[in-house]
């Protein structure tokens, strides 16, 4: 039975710890500066990535270190993997993760003609190279599982835990906040942050991140499987 003092409640934890607050801190801050650095220095076309196995590697790599500070910043936490949310869950919470993955997908797709969001990423080959297929395919598995899964373990597993001192609700809405502006996109800021406050929710409710890492997968592999359907037809 959840208390007031549950990292679960929408009130105010009495389990504040001071390292994984200022470690969560410290990262999404360079997350964040990270974000806007990278979209500030790349150029105006980057339509190839997909297509270099450099880019899925770099990503692993990169996502891999964050993985390990993410556990590393969780350890002053009694059992850390519960402690980030890496519990078992209710099924149930599935669709319901994706079905507010698709109401934010709706409100974004309304919004591109004002905000052209998606149009500032840029990462979306403009035409289909058969030759480079494996480098897509390779590049599509990392974006759809280890990209889903390590941002959920530290946005909503290790933020909302580290912030839940403040309260759930509130924790929810800071890593929202957080995670959109990790991306540096400014166009794309609002359904960014709606999605990161929803997967943080079902996160809060489900007391479990494993139903946001699936339904953040599912929409990364259809914005993907989208693309390849636009390029190759």
Same mark, same amino acid.
């Given at each position: 039975?959840?208390?007031?003092?549950?990292?679960?409640?929408?009130?105010?934890?009495?389990?504040?710890?001071?390292?994984?607050?200022?470690?969560?801190?410290?990262?999404?801050?360079?997350?964040?500066?990270?974000?806007?650095?990278?979209?500030?220095?790349?150029?105006?076309?980057?339509?190839?990535?997909?297509?270099?196995?450099?880019?899925?590697?770099?990503?692993?790599?990169?996502?891999?270190?964050?993985?390990?500070?993410?556990?590393?910043?969780?350890?002053?936490?009694?059992?850390?993997?519960?402690?980030?949310?890496?519990?078992?869950?209710?099924?149930?919470?599935?669709?319901?993760?994706?079905?507010?993955?698709?109401?934010?997908?709706?409100?974004?797709?309304?919004?591109?003609?004002?905000?052209?969001?998606?149009?500032?990423?840029?990462?979306?080959?403009?035409?289909?190279?058969?030759?480079?297929?494996?480098?897509?395919?390779?590049?599509?598995?990392?974006?759809?599982?280890?990209?889903?899964?390590?941002?959920? @373990? +530290?946005?909503?597993? *290790? =933020?909302?835990?580290? !912030?839940?001192?403040?309260?759930?609700?509130?924790? /929810?809405?800071?890593? #929202?906040?957080?995670?959109?502006?990790?991306?540096?996109?400014?166009?794309?800021?609002?359904?960014?942050? @709606? +999605?990161?406050?929803? *997967? =943080?929710?079902?996160? !809060?409710?489900?007391?479990?991140?494993?139903?946001? /890492?699936?339904?953040? #997968?599912?929409?990364?592999?259809?914005?993907?499987?989208?693309?390849?359907?636009?390029?190759?037809?």
């Amino acid at each position: 039975m959840e208390t007031t003092s549950s990292p679960t409640s929408a009130t105010p934890s009495n389990d504040y710890k001071t390292l994984p607050l200022v470690g969560w801190s410290v990262l999404a801050t360079l997350f964040i500066v990270g974000g806007f650095a990278s979209q500030a220095a790349s150029s105006s076309d980057n339509s190839t990535v997909f297509y270099q196995y450099s880019f899925a590697f770099g990503t692993i790599a990169l996502y891999a270190i964050l993985v390990a500070l993410t556990f590393l910043i969780a350890l002053p936490y009694e059992r850390t993997s519960d402690a980030i949310a890496l519990r078992t869950f209710r099924w149930r919470w599935v669709p319901i993760a994706i079905g507010l993955i698709i109401g934010v997908l709706i409100i974004a797709a309304a919004l591109e003609p004002i905000l052209h969001g998606g149009r500032e990423q840029g990462l979306a080959p403009e035409e289909w190279e058969p030759e480079r297929a494996g480098a897509f395919l390779v590049n599509a598995i990392v974006i759809s599982t280890i990209v889903p899964f390590t941002e959920e @373990l +530290f946005f909503r597993g *290790l =933020g909302v835990r580290a !912030l839940g001192f403040i309260g759930g609700l509130s924790a /929810v809405v800071i890593t #929202g906040v957080a995670f959109g502006l990790s991306h540096g996109i400014l166009g794309a800021l609002p359904p960014l942050v @709606l +999605f990161g406050i929803a *997967l =943080g929710w079902v996160r !809060l409710r489900a007391d479990s991140v494993w139903p946001g /890492v699936i339904a953040h #997968g599912f929409y990364n592999a259809t914005g993907i499987l989208i693309v390849y359907v636009q390029l190759a037809h």
